[in-house]
């Protein structure tokens, strides 16, 4: 079974610092990937998404991620943050193009923006 | 509203007692999804509907907990005689499955938040 794994847990910075949350992966085949946010007191939305095509993928808000099939990697990027961005972070997989849709997520990484 | 509405956004009931949380997807949304969501931990699947049929129940820890999609689009997730361990948020997603909407694109509710005393 496929897995997700975020090493950080809880992540600091001032605004305009740069972001970059790591997202591993297990699965050796072909995968979909996801990048979820859930704002304080608001319900999981999408980010971003990879199927197929350019490795780089951009999402809503100035968010980006690379996808490196050597690495099993998905890391969600963001050059300048802002304080707005404060929510936590799910990475996500999924192995089936057809019907069931069942993500697994990782653990999530909560980042805080100090104004 | 057009997005996912959950009911009871909270929920607290004793060991034992019975539970069951309600989830109304889009319109028009085949697919639709239980997560629960544990204190630090992400959400993690419990069941997928496509239709009033459940496609993958593979999720769902015991034969505590089971979810009906009678009429295939309100969903109910039922939970018999409630633990402790069972506190956590449930959420509900759905999708358009085959409508140009791509995989893993899910639309969630703000969750129901049980907690068992």
Known sequence: ?115 | GAGVSQTPSNKVTEKGKYVELRCDPISGHTALYWYRQSLGQGPEFLIYFQGTGAADDSGLPNDRFFAVRPEGSVSTLKIQRTERGDSAVYLCASSLVGGGTLPGELFFGEGSRLTVL
């Open chain 1, 1 to 115: 079974a496929q897995s997700v794994s975020q090493h950080n847990h809880h992540v600091i910075l001032s605004e305009a610092a740069s972001l970059e949350l790591g997202c591993n992966y297990s699965y050796g085949g072909t995968v979909n990937l996801f990048w979820y946010v859930q704002y304080p007191g608001q319900h999981l939305q999408l980010l971003l998404k990879y199927f197929s095509g350019d490795p780089l993928v951009k999402g809503i808000k100035g968010f980006e991620a690379e996808f490196i099939k050597s690495k099993f990697s998905f890391n969600l990027r963001k050059p300048s943050v802002q304080w707005s961005d404060t929510a936590e972070y799910f990475c996500a997989v999924t192995i089936s193009n057809f019907g069931n849709e069942k993500l697994t997520f990782g653990t999530g990484t909560r980042l805080t923006i100090i104004p």
